[in-house]
């Protein structure tokens, strides 16, 4: 077991990829030999380490000699198109890139199979917490009937923090980007945007359909208020953000959204505070099995890119089976009730 | 992908795992062709389908055209030789025989290996819950500092049961044979023999010891009593049978124990009732990391049965690399201290 590593993108996760690929903790055969960065010459002195290739040429890292390239651009676009540059060019990929694997995962999974390569993406949905695994691989003896799950650790470190301090959501959100948890525009995971893309992966890997998350209902997060914290504590819970995926296979009938939801506060959900994701997994035959971590930041997204790159190390030849996905489904949009004073009452475990 | 599956033992896992590949929701590239039982005429009846060939000799299976092994015997011999037998046939193997895995896994794993041949043993610790995934694959990326889990059940559901009915241990134990949890001699359970070959297994995944589970320190769950309880509950807590591993890397040490233990009212361990299994994983990068589900009976074993039938279906000539175990590391065991009046307090989630 030795592999090249390449990385795509010096931001939060790709320098953490990169500490750890360098740190003492190291698995010592897995070697960073190129990171590819459009300010290169800027950044790399963030990283003391030699007898590694700084370029801003992206066709310097695919002519190299790595075999497996991490992907942390972030975005659709040039994300994809560069994966796909990779696998053509003969490389593995690893990637932490939740929109792209909802958009074109299919197809770049497709590409990576035909190329006897690999691409993996248990970094894209729930950081750390190896959800990728437990539906596609752990769970796949079962039949899935549904997926609830806190899926943005942005917006569960904001709700939590209004939660426990009673501020407001503005104030939430400024402690969020002074922990690094929030970004400057915070939109995509407060409207839901973020945890569509993740739950439309899910939805993938569990039931095998084919969703748009532009098709997914969302309800902002953006305008809860302290008040509404109030009303969710007189009912015996709290608010968190909510992505929830049911199929039902008799009818084909998909029932999935995303929104602010008033849990029980004995469920894991309330007990799930910062940066946390956790999902809860209903199966014909294994009822309930859960799973959560820390969903969010640098260290906890790392972890999950570097167990992938250990993965495609062990088994170079390893096929990664592309999903065969149906768009032949009823996308039930009417169960998406607000119950409870604007909220949806959940009861988990 | 399909796959030719026979299956030793027709037994409560066994025989779930036969109801599975037979029944309608059964993936319909894999195929039941032989069930091995010694009393297969007995047995025979209780499977009303057509075309699968029942034996009591293990060379008809053998020499047979199975591409993947079902052992569901239990105990240790003559199983661990049947396994080697077939993976010597140059078949795969799916084992949910703990047992067999704590003491002879490095072994049979390479031997896999040399014969190009899988052996899985997701079923072997947890049921359904895919914890041997999640340490094994999912969280190779992270430097795992501890392990804390339910890991028994039987021990579970008639601890639980004590909890919410203030009967008595033998009454609960009836209660939880009557309904399938538990068995007529349930002293590996309660005592502990069953977690300690589990938080072996899991101690070579996480930290790769060579662990005899007979090392491990245990204390029976035996004599709990009702009395016992209701001092838990003065403290704040409950009564569950924990199985505990830490590895300080600095000095090679290893704790490791498997008692009764009094856990926090609102940790996850109390929140873990009836049979079902729940284990926390600490790492060096990824914080806590979760998870939980059904641990015991037939339709949950057969689960991760199937989803190691799957993987194996999946990709034929994937590597399952055998462990390197060191046996270079101390075991601590004076840590194995119950504290406030005979019981550890646990602290978690």
Sequence with gaps: MAARIAILGFGTVGSAVARRLTGPASPHDLRLTHIFDRRADEKREALRTGGITWTARLDEVLSSDADVIVEAIGGVEPAAGWIRAALAAGKSVVTANKQVMALHGTSLLTLAARQGRQLRFEAAVGGAMPIVRAIGDGLTGDRITSVT?????????????????????????????????AEADPSADLDGDDARAKLAILCGLAFGLRLDPAQIPARSSASITAEDFAQARRLGGTIRQLAHAGYERATSTLTAWVAPTVVARTSIFARTKGPQ????????????????????????????????????????????????????????????VLQTSDFHLAEAV
């Design 277 to 336: 994701n956790a999902a809860l997994i209903t199966g014909d035959h294994s009822g309930e099995t859960g799973i959560f971590g820390v969903g969010a930041g640098g260290d906890a997204t790392a972890v999950a890119v570097l167990s992938d790159i250990v993965a495609i190390a062990r088994d170079r030849a390893a096929i990664v089976p592309p999903p065969v996905l149906t768009s032949d489904f009823r996308l039930q949009t009417s169960d998406f």
């Design 149 to 181: 799950a806190i899926l943005n650790g942005t917006t569960n470190a904001v709700l939590s923090r209004m939660e426990t301090s009673g501020c407001s959501l503005t104030d939430a959100l400024r402690e969020a980007r002074a922990l690094g948890y």
